[in-house]
């Protein structure tokens, strides 16, 4: 490193700073003093500095620093340690051991990097054991952690084979790739279930399917089984008969389940003599069943297109069950209903009949989510009462045809500005005439066009600021709405998605527990961490710390663990480590100011096992990839010949300079030293008598 003293102003300009520093020193000294003349000039000397020192540094002069390194040519072994390549990858140990041993002799700086993402690995201490292969990311978290080194060539031991994240072969790399493939390229006699297809979710008591796609090479005019099982009891079986030599097969079992919560079901192929291994004849299945659907009561008037338009948008969507009741139809309309409502909405209710308000005061006194499509035969004033979101001051029995005009300050969902502009080309609704005012906390999500004129009247408002959530739509037509849509696009997802939002913003329960334990995801990895997020609040929901949260967790078979955390501001997660893949049921426990708080749920462990997926080496993917970055494509009788080549052509290393400018006045040192000159001068004259 070295350094360079640079000057702001003209050099001429230190004359000025030693002159400074003589004159004070000599008008501070030049009277006779208690001690002699060569004492005194030493001590103006002292002074002399100090001043000419400070005034030089009043200049600001530039330290200019440059420090030179040495980059050695770097080689990095990548080394794919999944299973696929466990038969072939631990002999090949011995001899990259031997490799990188010559090529640090030669000067070069060699590093180890294997799919943990671990940087500096010790060859001896390799596994062959991840059930995953992601080389795009081993190659990408090489690149990040080389970034800007003289990094040269990357020496990438493995089998080819990709089972998760993208193909290497489409990104780029600033180094070369030198692929030293192992494995066998030829296709294995085998029988596998590729893959399950089946939905997440079922409903309780309700049939499901879920489809097995087998996949089998060289095993043709052999037959087998295939059986779905829950808790080792067989379900279901079919026969699979292998007619070709490359084999695709799908096989679809319907089942259903009269208990609530995940459910793990195994599908297994029998093993058929001849192949050559049966681990991958087996696959797991969870399905959450819930009996979850939310209810929706559509109360209305009278019979009216808006009713069938609204069904078909509302019973498109399985997680509703819905409910129609018709007032004018039906033989006791004042009934009471006792089924509990996650919505209800009402189409021209209250209406100027008088029919259905006592049902109204209950669903309002319950605060279940409201509703309110107006029609001409709505009571407005009520709606206005009820609805405690939109206020309509109508003249006696006039209405109006106005278009929708969407209102684009509106974020509390999700709508595409660009395709809501379809609604001004709908046809117009009947909605009440008169003066519109929202109530504090209503937001408009569409407004009323009256033919070319935008105005600023609501025509559909959402409140869900309080804890009774309601939405007003200010008139009926939503079935012209829909027809008019699939004539111009041949589709009607405008309308629905609009209303199928709104309801589903209504209807969605609010989580008012001050008690909660969940993992932060629903399925974790065989050998990974579960991490349980805990949650607790007071009376006014503000977050509290210092409880202790007793758990308690069950696999399948009912076993349990039982654990205990406290619950603070530096510690809201709780990790479990050590879990079997399969279904586990969790239950906490705390103890609050309100009494005994407890929280349920459950979480999925999932053996995953990619590598049992493809056993077959891609040795021409490895060709690609080293062709596309410069590189050569290596085997293990190549290797020893490759280092050679390497060790003759050895790269230059690399000199990096850093260059780096600091104002003399801010290096510490300077400050230190006039101190010390300062106090040299104030310790003399006290020493010596002086003041």
């Known amino acids: 490193m070295r350094s360079e003293l640079l000057l702001q102003t003209p050099s001429w300009f230190i004359l000025l700073c030693l002159l400074a520093g003589a004159a004070y020193a000599y008008f501070l000294y030049q009277s006779v003093a208690a001690w002699g003349k060569k004492v005194n000039y030493g001590l103006a000397a002292l002074r002399g500095i100090v001043v000419a020192t400070i005034c030089f540094l009043l200049l600001s002069p530039l330290v200019r620093k440059i420090e030179t390194s040495v980059d050695q040519a770097k080689v990095v072994f990548a080394i794919d340690n999944s299973e696929s390549v466990k038969p072939h990858g631990p002999g090949l140990l011995a001899k990259m051991k031997e490799a990188t041993k010559e090529l640090t002799d030669a000067g070069f700086e060699v590093s180890v990097e294997t799919l943990d993402k671990v940087s500096g690995a010790k060859i001896d201490s390799i596994r062959f054991d991840k059930n995953k292969t992601d080389l795009s990311s081993l190659l990408q978290t090489i690149k990040s952690n080389f970034e800007g080194r003289n990094l040269t060539d990357v020496v990438l031991l493995t089998d080819g084979i990709v089972n998760q994240g993208v193909s290497p072969v489409f990104n780029t790399y600033p180094f070369r790739i030198n692929t030293l493939a192992v494995?066998?390229?030829?296709?294995?006699?085998?029988?596998?279930?590729?893959?399950?297809v089946h939905n997440r979710i079922a409903y309780l008591g309700n049939d499901f399917p879920i489809r097995a796609e087998i996949v089998a090479n060289g095993l043709a005019g052999k037959s087998t089984t295939i059986s779905l099982k829950q808790g080792g009891q067989v379900l279901s079986t079919q026969r699979v008969i292998i007619d070709r030599d490359e084999y695709f097969g799908s096989f679809e079992f319907i089942t259903s389940s009269n208990q609530k919560g995940v459910q793990h079901y195994t599908l297994e192929l029998n093993a058929v003599q001849g192949e050559t291994s049966s681990r991958n004849n087996k696959k797991d299945v969870y399905i959450d069943i819930i009996d979850g659907r939310q209810k929706i009561l559509l109360l209305a008037l009278a019979p009216h297109p808006d009713i069938k338009a609204l069904r078909s948008l509302i019973e498109g969507n399985n997680n509703y069950e819905l409910d129609v009741n018709i007032l004018t139809v039906s033989t006791n309309p004042n009934q009471a209903i006792t089924k509990p409502y996650d919505l209800v909405i009402l189409h021209q209710v209250p209406n100027v009949l008088g029919m259905g308000n006592a049902l109204i005061r209950k669903f309002v006194e319950t605060k279940t989510p409201l509703f309110f499509i107006l029609g001409n035969q709505s009571a407005v004033p009520l709606v206005s009462s009820w609805s405690k979101a939109l206020i309509i001051n109508m003249g006696k029995g006039q209405f109006d045809k106005v278009t929708a005009r969407y209102n684009p300050a509106?974020?509390?969902?999700?709508?595409?500005?660009?395709?809501?502009?379809?609604?001004?080309?709908?046809?117009?609704?009947?909605?009440?005439?008169?003066?519109?005012?929202?109530?504090?906390?209503?937001?408009?999500?569409?407004?009323?066009?009256?033919?070319?004129?935008?105005?600023?009247?609501?025509?559909?408002?959402?409140?869900?600021?309080?804890?009774?959530?309601?939405?007003?739509?200010?008139?009926?037509?939503?079935?012209?709405?829909?027809?008019?849509?699939?004539?111009?696009?041949?589709?009607?997802?405008?309308?629905?998605?609009?209303?199928?939002?709104?309801?589903?913003?209504?209807?969605?329960?609010n989580d008012k527990r001050k008690f909660r334990v969940y993992p932060v995801r629903p399925e974790f990895e065989a050998g990974e961490q579960v991490v349980f997020q805990t949650e607790i609040y007071n009376d006014i929901y503000e977050p509290i710390f210092g409880q202790e949260v007793k758990l308690e967790i069950s696999d399948e078979k009912g076993r349990r663990r039982q654990f205990s955390y406290t619950h603070t501001v530096d510690n809201q997660q709780f990790n479990v480590s050590g879990l079997s893949d399969g279904v586990y049921r969790y239950s906490a426990t705390a103890a609050l100011r309100s009494g005994q708080e407890s929280a349920t749920g459950q979480f999925i462990i999932r053996h995953v096992d990619l590598e049992l997926n493809n056993t077959t080496a891609d040795f021409g993917m490895l060709r690609e990839l080293a062709g596309r970055s410069g590189g050569a494509f290596l085997q293990e009788s190549t290797l020893s010949q490759f280092v050679e080549q390497l060790k003759q052509n050895r790269p230059a290393n690399r000199l990096d300079s850093t260059e780096e400018m600091v104002e003399l006045i801010h290096l510490k040192w300077i400050f230190f030293l006039l101190v010390l000159l300062l106090g040299m001068e104030w310790g003399l004259r006290k020493f010596l008598g002086g003041y």
Do not use: C
Not at 183 to 196: A, E, Q, W, Y
Not at 433 to 453: D, H, M, N, W
Not at 464 to 488: C, N, P, Y
């Open 183 to 196: 494995g066998d390229t030829v296709p294995k006699l085998d029988i596998r279930i590729k893959d399950i």
């Open 410 to 509: 509106f974020q509390q969902l999700n709508f595409n500005e660009e395709s809501m502009q379809l609604l001004d080309r709908l046809p117009p609704l009947s909605v009440p005439f008169g003066e519109y005012s929202t109530a504090p906390g209503t937001e408009s999500i569409l407004f009323q066009r009256v033919g070319k004129l935008n105005t600023n009247k609501p025509l559909l408002v959402l409140n869900t600021s309080t804890d009774h959530k309601t939405a007003v739509l200010a008139g009926e037509g939503i079935w012209q709405w829909r027809q008019e849509e699939f004539a111009l696009t041949g589709k009607q997802e405008l309308v629905d998605n609009l209303f199928q939002k709104v309801i589903q913003i209504l209807s969605v329960r």
